[in-house]
Nanobody, 117 residues
Framework: QVQLVESGGGLVQPGGSLRLSCAAS????????MAWYRQAPGKQRELVAT???????SYGESVKGRFTISRDSAKNTVLLQMNSLKPEDSAVYYC???????????WGQGTQVTVSS
């Protein structure tokens, strides 16, 4: 059974930091591109960051220079370090695993991030 379990969300003040974690099980982790998305109320789901099987990263324009995505293949985990958080970063953050060799993807259940004073 495939599971993606996100953790690390919560309430943080503007300018603060959070680190999200996504633990994957039931997949050959090293063959999956991993990504973080987010969705705020009333808005479409937005791509935040991706990390390839080789560790190549990419970021959405709104988070460049503030967020860092990384993967730990030994622990089957993908991390999202979020710094200099803004109220507009508030959303439910989702982890996605996308197979690089077949048309398959999996999503986590999401974790809430709220940036507010």
């Amino acid at each position: 059974q495939v599971q993606l379990v996100e953790s690390g969300g919560g309430l943080v003040q503007p300018g603060g930091s959070l680190r999200l974690s996504c633990a994957a099980s039931g997949i050959a982790f090293s063959t999956y591109l991993m990504a973080w998305y987010r969705q705020a109320p009333g808005k479409q789901r937005e791509l935040v960051a991706t990390v390839s099987t080789r560790g190549t990263t990419s970021y959405g324009e709104s988070v460049k220079g503030r967020f860092t995505i990384s993967r730990d293949s030994a622990k089957n985990t993908v991390l999202l370090q979020m710094n200099s958080l803004k109220p507009e970063d508030s959303a439910v953050y989702y982890c996605k695993a996308q197979s690089t060799w077949r048309a398959t993807e999996y999503w986590g259940q999401g974790t809430q991030v709220t940036v507010s004073s």
